[in-house]
């Protein structure tokens, strides 16, 4: 992997060459919109210059990327009548509802109108469900952030656990829980995020199921090509990543 410093630097370069480009770009714009209408050429008080876009492939984060990506597939698989996600990415839970009913639900509620979607407030330490009522459930990207205060909740150092703990407890038996955290060194970065092994997140739902394991690995080295999702994954591979992404997928048995 690059080092943070040749990150930085490459940073740098980009929005220096982008900083010079823009008053050039703006002077050819303006010089051939001449002779169209109007409001086809800039005016200084509408000017809102991007200055990180000029890269030579379209970048995105990879994490928030492939995992909506990989839990749509399941769900596709899974086809439910209704799915509960748990505050997971926004985008996910509003593109979900338009293929199944989906409730969203998040520690600061969401003022999202869609039609299919519905959207309340929950405390994931505290679920307001009762047991085993819930058939398609997904929390992702959460539970590493419960209980260290970052968007509003109590100092917690066991939250992640009480709230793996609740979605275990509301899962139906036959249910499908799918569950996202950061993979690595295991380590507490506060107040952003937990890194966890593997094994210590199979060990916090026991009365569940395993049944797939996929990993979003760290960026590959300059010149390496991308990787994807790896489905399934060795958890041994996990152990290898800095700030890989774990995807898992839980069953709770019927009997």
């Not at 060459?17 to 050819?28: E, K, N, S, V």
Request: charged share 25%.
């Amino acid at each position: 992997m690059p080092s943070i410093a040749a990150k930085i630097l490459d940073r740098l370069r980009s929005r220096v060459t982008a900083t010079l480009a823009f008053p050039r770009d703006l002077a050819r714009f303006r010089r051939l919109s001449v002779a169209g209408e109007a409001w086809r050429r800039p005016r200084l008080g509408d000017l809102h210059p991007c200055l990180r876009d000029r890269t030579t492939l379209t970048t995105f984060d990879r994490h928030y990327v492939y995992h909506p990506a990989w839990a749509i597939r399941v769900l596709r698989e899974t086809a439910p009548t209704e799915h509960v996600d748990i505050s997971s990415i926004l985008a996910f839970a509003a593109m979900v509802s338009a293929i199944v009913p989906t409730r969203f639900y998040d520690y600061r509620p969401a003022p999202l109108v869609l039609d299919g979607l519905t959207c309340d407030r929950a405390d994931l330490t505290a679920l307001p469900f009762a047991d085993r009522s819930i058939a398609s459930l997904s929390c992702m990207h959460v539970i590493e952030h419960i209980g260290l205060g970052r968007y509003g909740d109590p100092i917690d150092p066991d939250g992640d656990t009480k709230a793996l703990a609740e979605l275990a407890r509301v899962l139906a038996p036959g249910g499908t829980l799918l569950v996202v955290v950061p993979v690595g060194r295991p380590r507490v970065c506060f107040n952003a995020h937990r890194v966890y092994d593997v094994e210590s997140i199979v060990a916090r739902l026991p009365g569940l199921r395993l049944v797939s394991f996929a990993l979003i690995p760290d960026p590959p080295a300059r010149g390496t090509p991308e990787r994807g999702i790896i489905d399934p994954a060795d958890p041994a591979l996990a152990r290898q990543q800095s700030y890989g992404c774990g995807c898992f997928r839980f069953e709770r048995p019927r009997a």
